[in-house]
């Protein structure tokens, strides 16, 4: 299995990856709820997360054979980012006024408990549902532990599936922080991995 880079005209495969693995998580699942159009909304919205990755040259990973994919933030970049105006319009654009605030509400409650030290952030791994259980994940996840232990820098993720917490404490992170989001909506655990210092 080889885990590279993805190029920059790939956003439509990082979004379709990211869709299917990712449509299940209790935040997808609370923001873009059940509906005729929730398959196409969510292409939309992880096709634009992944463009937005790509074109700040942010670190976009593939599966060799597109199964799975990961989106990170490095210390020197910021992980914030930003979707336009026509992008925004187009993943909520049908939805109440309520649940575009909602989406907003949400960014910005993650954002204040981001941890302040330089750190590679993970804003979106998944593997496709029918291929999970193969080594994909670990394998993407480990691609950038590696770069970061080698610079003795930390990671951090959050999650709000409680099954995923044991994957990532495999992979040396802990949980630091329990959340439920906005007060009333999917709980969410902020997990933190110091560096290991290479063999």
Known sequence: MEIRLARP???NVLGAILADALGE???FRWLIPAGPRRDRRLLMFFTAMSSSYLHAGKAAYLVDD????????DPGTTWRLQLDLSQIRAVFGSFTLRRVVRGARTHLDLEKRHPTEPHWYL?????REALRD???????????LTRADNAMAPAYVESANERNLAFYQ?????VVEEFTLLGKGPRVWGMWRNAVMPP
Not at 134 to 144: D, H, I
């Open 170 to 174: 495999r992979h040396g992170f802990e």
């Open 123 to 127: 804003g979106f791994l998944g593997v």
């Open 66 to 73: 597109d199964a799975g994919a990961a989106l990170w933030s």
């Open 134 to 144: 193969r080594g994909r994940g670990s394998a993407l996840l480990g691609e950038v």
């Open 25 to 27: 998580d209790p935040i």
């Open 9 to 11: 005209g790939e956003a």
